[in-house]
């Protein structure tokens, strides 16, 4: 069947062989690869935003009320007069970091980027199944990233001065500031919080189209991998990475739809007075009438989403990895098919463990030893992926590109970051921690750096793929380096402050000076060395940027096979062309994974070479 | 301004610190013999020394932090569940360090190892089901006593209380705690939250708190009563957007006012005796040592958090929603104060849960006295019932007969 779906598609592409203009080229393309790059430029737009953000509330953390030139000429005399974050905005900051990160960076910047990118070219597919609504996939995110970014700017219920027009809730000041979950009441509540008024509705508009781009760019992934696979091409012998791309768009098609009738139900809430999530509210002195809806419900939809989204973040960052590692340790990746369980299990097991992120909501507590014993069961596949790894590199031949730094780096922040997962999972202990910054160090190590570290990994492994010229290495190196460093200075000592008992989303800890001299002195000076970490892993970032922009322009010229690698992206000519391969499409006759082969002249053995006489499949 | 210009200097600088990166990155790129893709030997060396060097930095951040902050930064639990958790805890702790330690070690030090060498080809070596079985039995079987202890514990804190636990009910709000204790009776009376009015903050249900309510949503300022007259009112010209505004509000007053006479006709009498002896607490909240308490949560307008950092224990305050947990505090103020050798100390319930601009500053002193000291306090309180401050001396003839007022609802 696929390679019938692959014949027509060529003769389309031979049909239609013309010059193409600069709009459908670069802006409205419908090209895999340039739309792989627009989701990456966006991506990287949007994660500065939130790491500036992220910077502007660490000072405010490690020296509270001290006033700072730095957040006065960010934030202007309406959040930060005299210098002083105000207390609202700095839930905004907080919120604004967390929605952007997550959404905006790891799953449209991560996902977004690579499977557009690989799915066709490690598949030997000249194009996605639909190149029409992959282009709508990318201007669904960017509007929906444009429209994040603006409500930064909400003042008196309008943008810039300019009113929305129309009933859409035009009071309130700032952006969402409930937190990256917005958690109704709060955030249903125009008169609870500033934040809940308009730059909540546009929190939630901009998700909506996020979700809808993020379903059409998932769908498209999932029929390109059934159906556009190159002859030869079985699915056991797909590269890992497209394994990972794979299994995150189904959790994706899966679960976001649960998101966005959240969040519609939340519109409902705020704007056609129904009760979904409210029941027996008063604000200050305001009674309200609402009657018999359930903020518990809106938990449960948004982590039935939220936790497969742990998963849609790291698993495209594993199958990164996975590749990489392989790649550069010059050895097949050890127990290739546990690896495929694994990949397997954890995209099942994360469907029915969100319940570990409401251990105390109140909700019944044999309820949460059903979601203790399934969320505990996630240990074993990410137990079996780490040793694989490990075994992987183990005598193996490593050739340390930026690329493999990361990978490396990514398997030691998946580990540091996933053991303290096994607290957080057991009720008992998530009582004493829950909500706390052991919490905070918990998820940003096992997803944020590890995505993050996936995403670096990727970028520098296949930008001579994206660009057609090389990265400075030596820089990739000194971008690692810090990176590496200032990543864990940030959040490794963040475990401290959680076992000490510090609340996550507090503006001060000062208050901790009313009660407990000993912890409020530890907050404080742990506070202090992370904040200078967080500045200097910011700064490092230049690093990059620089390495990344210039390099676009003016890097070597990449040759056809950088890494000595397997797949058939590699197979490609460098200079990109629609339809990927100028003549016929490549047919596979062995996994990817054949590195250091005993028999073989080279160490390795791309996929589309015939296997030798008497030579046998791995 | 000035930090205007400072910042502004500091683009120039950054400017001119790209602009040397650019002429770094050319040069060496001219000098290099070799393509990007190529990685010298001593790149590679460098950066598996740099690996294994990490590891060390990094096993000794952590061994640093632990000497100088320990597992303990909020100093011993200080109740009986709280005792149990840390048990669980520590072990936990003692079991996760250890696969941190051994895990990122193979890891590092093979990345060390394992850097490529003249001559040396990897080894071919693409599975080995025995291996893999082992890595999949040993974390699972490892799992299954960390969930079974687990769920031990779950189910000894999560419980229910002791028949002679005493009950306590902590109300929350934007952006203050208040607690209610139930008074010789150790029953908490019933609550709604549109009984809330400023005689009566809480919401207490008594046929005299519901006629009240009921009175001010007719008559009172800002009642159903003077809406009506500003809207009725053909001598004032009202904008759209107010009399929008007016006719929501009577919208909802009016649904709320059919709700309060449905209580009224509902209401049973005979409780409202638990609800007079109840006391309400400001402040600071005081409890005995080694009592047990069943502590129930209600909240006014969004989700906050009962966090007791100090008891281990944490609940969710959920408006519309009631929700309830227990403990036993069994260390007294004063015994940890001793043990912390902090003399300022207090045990406290913070909020955990983000609520609003000023959710930081929600907390509440907590106070763990012996029993006699409990005793002498709680009998201080004992003229300061609801019934005592609702209906201020001489208190008997201001409450209606509660007959009477069921006879009016019906009416």
Redesign the interface.
Known sequence: MASTAHDVHSHDHHEHHHEESFVSKYIFSQDHKMIGKQFLITAVFMGLVAMLLSILFRIQLAWPGESS??L??FLGDQWAPE?VL???MY?GLVTIHGTIMVFFLLTGGLSGTFSNILIPLQLGARDMASGFLNMLSYWFFFLSSLIMFLSLFVMNGSIFGIDIPGDWGTTGNGPA???WTV?P??SA?PQ???GSGFGMTLWLFSMTIFIAGSLIGSLNYIVTVLNLRTTGMTMTRMPLTIWAFFVTAILGVLSFPVLLSAALLLMMDRMAGTSFY???????SE???N??????LYQHLFWFLGHPEVYIVLLPALGLSSEIIATN????I?????MIGSILAIGFLSFIVWGHHMF???MN?FL??VF??TT??I??PS??K??????T?????????PAM?FA?AL??TF??GG??G??LA????D??V???YFVVAHFHIVMGMSAVFGMFAGVYHWF?KMYGR??????G?VHF?IT??GA??VF??MH??G???A?R?????S?YG??????FN?IMD?NVIITVFAIVAAVGQ?IFL?NFF?SIY???A??QN??KSNTLEWTTPVEHIHGNWPGALPVVHRWP?D????GAAD?FIPQDVPLAEGETE? | MESKLIIILIVVIGAIAISQLVRVYELTAKLRKHGEHEIPMRDNYLNAKLMLAFMVLQFGGFIYLMLKYGWTGRGPAASVQGESTDWLLNLNLVLVSAIFFFTNFLLFYFSYKYVKRPGVKAYYYPHNNKLEMLWTVVPAAVLAVIIILGLQTWNDVTGASPKDAISLELYSKQFDWTARYSGGDNTLGRTDYKLITGTNELGLMTAATIDSSIQAMRQGAGGILEIQKILNNRDTVLTDSLVNVLRKDLGTKERLLRLLNQMKATHNVALDKHVYDDIIQRDTLYLCVNKPYEISFRSKDVIHSAYFPHFRTQMNTVPGYGTRMKFTPNKTTAEMRTIKKLPTFHYVLMCNKICGGAHYKMKMMVVVLEEAEYNAWMKSKGNKTFKDTYFPAPAAPATTPAADTVKTAMN
């Open positions: 030139d730095f006065n000429f210098g105000k207390e609202d839930l500031m409930a937190g958690y009441p709060l509540l609870a919080v500033s409210l029941s027996d509210i008063m604000v200050g009674m309200l009438s009657h018999g809806g359930s903020p518990i340790a010059r050895k097949p050890f127990g290739y098919k546990a105390i909501t109140g507590p949460g030893s203790v014993f505990l069961l240990a074993i137990a079996v780490v040793f694989n790894y490990i075994t590199l183990w005598k193996g031949s490593i050739v340390y590109t730094l490396i398997v030691s580990i540091t053991v303290t096994i607290i057991d009720s008992a202990l009582i004493a829950h909500d706390t001579p090389m990265m400075n290495n030596r820089m190196y380096w590496i460093v864990y200075g490794f000592p401290f402050v076992i000490a008992g609340p989303r507090y503006y001060d800890y208050v009313e009660f407990d001299t000993e912890s530890m742990l230049a620089f210039y003016r890097g070597p990449a040759p950088p890494w994974y590195y250091s082969k005993p160490d791995h």
